[in-house]
Nanobody
């Protein structure tokens, strides 16, 4: 059973920064894709950023230039650095990992951007 554990959420003022971290219970080399999704109240879950073992990371247009996804193969973690945060970034953020059989999800971490 794969476990993904997120950390790093919280309350931040507009323009501030947060760093989310996702720790996987098995080596991330075994996943085809690792990603961060988010879901705001009343909205569908959306892809924020994704990273694979080859090729550049992908980002949603709304976060390009502000968010950076990075993996650490020695720690089996995938982090999401979020800068210049806006109120529209408020959501529950979920870590996702996919192998050839299924997707795995973390429990989510709340990010609230408010003054």
């Amino acid at each position: 059973q794969v476990q993904l554990v997120e950390s790093g959420g919280g309350l931040v003022q507009p323009g501030g920064s947060l760093r989310l971290s996702c720790a996987a219970s098995r080596t991330i080399f075994t996943f085809n894709v690792m990603a961060w999704y988010r879901q705001a109240p009343g909205k569908q879950r959306e892809l924020v950023a994704a990273i694979t073992s080859s090729g550049p990371p992908n980002y949603a247009d709304s976060v390009k230039g502000r968010f950076t996804i990075a993996s650490d193969n020695t720690k089996n973690t995938v982090d999401l650095q979020m800068n210049s945060l806006k109120p529209d970034d408020t959501a529950v953020y979920y870590c996702n990992a996919a192998d050839m059989w299924r997707h795995y999800w973390g429990q989510g971490t709340q990010v609230t951007v408010s003054s």
